[in-house]
């Protein structure tokens, strides 16, 4: 079992930037990929980022390619979201996520961290 706990989210102006973080115990930390994910009020959860175990490799989705950045720290067993150059439809709770290497999906979640982004 891993626990995760997102922290940083709240409001801030359009252009802003905010550092989201994700805490994980229970379980060896750099064993999971680890991956962020939103819900835009009355919307779907959509991906975010994703960052491999080793931190070899990230992935973005479009909407946020360039703006934000995914990163972890292994020792700290934290994963960190930075974001740039926030606009309006960034809006959303961002929740944290675990999986096992080799596994497919996400098996643990966060309770989620709430960004607003004013216009």
């Known amino acids: 079992q891993v626990q995760l706990e997102e922290s940083g989210g709240g409001l801030v102006q359009t252009g802003g930037s905010l550092r989201l973080f994700c805490a994980a115990s229970?379980?060896?930390?750099?064993?999971?990929?680890m991956g962020w994910f939103r819900q835009p009020p009355g919307k779907e959860r959509e991906f975010v980022a994703a960052i491999t175990r080793s931190a070899s490799s990230t992935s973005y989705a479009d909407s946020v390619k360039g703006r934000f950045t995914i990163s972890r720290d292994n020792a700290k067993n934290t994963v960190y979201l930075q974001m740039n150059s926030l606009k309006p439809e960034d809006t959303a709770v961002y929740y944290c996520a675990a999986r096992f290497y080799g596994v497919a999906d996400y098996q643990y979640w966060g309770q989620g961290t709430q960004v607003s982004v004013s216009s």
């Open positions: 229970g379980r060896t930390f750099s064993n999971y990929n």
